[in-house]
């Protein structure tokens, strides 16, 4: 776990959405990044949690490990697109038949890093399972600027495809004297000792 350090998650963006079924699926199916021996995978009401289990056995049990947050929805998924049918002209059919339909579960990983991808230890390692967790999702899109041996590293992956990211340093707002606009509590007239 010496590498740990090297290795950081500094800026995360997630709108992911896949059906629980193919996350449990993938998660058994998974050959996870070294220092991750598992992910356990635990349901609270409509909230899961994806937690790493560590390969270190000297890691305390009581020491966080990183873990992702997904919040569970239910949407109705149709046999073919409404819209397709509706605008299809079907002259002999006098009533419209109902489209087959089901709910299915949803984990949306949705939210920025700390709603996402929570505690320290082990965060990169998880990172990189959300990231192989994004490009099976068919739906939402993943950013994310992380740092590996000293490098930052900017990820993006949109609908299950990686695409080129790029880090971009931008100026941001200027620091007009600054503190002189603000309450200076030392000599506050009304404050006394």
């Known amino acids: ?21 193919d996350l449990r699926e993938h998660i058994d199916e998974a050959a996870f990044p070294d220092g991750i021996d598992d992910v356990e995978i635990t349901r ?4 899961l949690i994806l937690k790493a289990v560590a390969e270190d056995q000297s890691v305390s049990k009581y020491t966080p490990s990183a873990q992702l947050k997904a919040s569970v929805t239910e949407n109705r998924v149709y046999e073919e697109d409404p819209d397709e049918r509706r605008n299809s002209f079907r002259w002999d059919e006098e009533e419209e ?7 299915v579960e949803f984990a949306a990983f949705k939210g920025d890093r700390e709603t996402v ?25 993943l950013t994310a600027i992380s740092e590996h041996d000293g ?5 993006r992956i949109v609908e299950g495809e990686p695409r080129p990211a790029n880090i971009e ?5 200027r620091d007009h004297g600054s503190g002189e606009s603000g ?11």
């Open 44 to 47: 609270r009401n409509n909230t």
């Open 183 to 193: 309450v200076n509590w030392r000599d506050n007239k009304f404050i006394t000792d």
């Open 97 to 103: 038949e109902e489209i087959e339909s089901e709910l």
């Open 151 to 155: 490098d930052l590293e900017a990820t």
């Open 1 to 21: 776990m010496s590498t740990e350090d090297s290795r950081h998650v500094y800026r995360l963006h997630s709108t992911l959405e896949l059906p629980l079924e």
């Open 117 to 141: 991808l929570q505690n320290s230890l082990l965060q990169y390692e998880m990172f990189l399972v959300l990231c192989e967790i994004a490009e099976a999702a068919e739906k939402g899109t």
């Open 169 to 173: 340093v931008v100026e941001g707002p």
